[in-house]
């Protein structure tokens, strides 16, 4: 009995499913009648999935790889019915496109660019109480994510400065307002406007019905 080393055999093409399956396929290939092809080739598809568990998600882009790695199997020669068409044999290992990074850069890159996106619609509010909410929502955040940077406190004052500098001079900060009330603290809560009577007036308007 002649032993059969895999340094003799074929490379496998796709590894993560091993050399079986590989077997299978090539056996497929041979299956003159094209239903029983088919038969066996959803079946085998169905054998992938059970040996790479990642691909068992109901999800079309896995349904698409499974046979796609079927026909790479077969060398892309594989006559059978598939949701999927064959794929291109020259777009196997090509590398893709590089991606186009934003060149412009971020002012203040402790902040990050979504406090900057922030800041610009803050800037294209036209309700004066909206926009100064918005500040102050702003500062609490530049205060927390500079704290997370940095072990010392950041000024109130500083605060103000960047916000006026990332709006290009278009957001004016109230410091005196801002140190006052604690309003860039972020243990003290965000003002909300009121849609009614406060708690207050409400019991005051109750005792005097009662009274009455």
């Not at 490379?11 to 396929?25: C, T």
């Not at 790695?69 to 060398?75: A, N, W």
């Not at 918005?134 to 004052?157: C, P, Q, T, V, Y």
Request: charged share 35%; hydrophobic share 30%; no cysteine.
């Amino acid at each position: 009995m002649s032993l059969e080393y895999n340094t003799q055999r074929e490379d496998v093409i796709q590894k993560e499913y091993g050399r079986n399956v590989q077997k299978l396929v090539e056996y497929i290939k041979t299956v003159e009648d094209k239903e029983k092809r088919n038969q066996y080739a959803q079946t085998l598809t169905d054998l992938m999935r059970q040996i790479n568990p990642n691909l068992l998600r109901e999800n079309a882009e896995y349904d698409q790889k499974v046979w796609d790695d079927l026909y790479i199997m077969s060398r892309f020669d594989l006559d059978v019915e598939s949701p999927f068409p064959m794929p291109e044999k020259e777009s196997i290992g090509k590398k893709p496109q590089r991606m186009a990074y934003k060149t412009n850069e971020i002012k203040f890159r402790h902040y990050g660019r979504n406090l900057e996106m922030m800041v610009k619609l803050a800037v294209e509010m036209e309700d004066e109480e909206s926009r100064e909410n918005a500040i102050i929502h702003i500062g609490r955040l530049m205060k927390s994510f500079f704290s997370n940077w940095n072990k010392d406190n950041i000024e109130d004052e500083v605060i103000a400065q960047h916000i006026h500098r990332m709006s290009k001079g278009q957001l004016v900060v109230n410091i005196e307002k801002i140190k006052e009330e604690g309003l860039f603290n972020t243990s003290v809560r965000e003002r909300r406007p009121s849609s009614g009577p406060s708690n207050q007036n409400r019991k005051k308007n109750y005792t005097k019905r009662r009274r009455a």
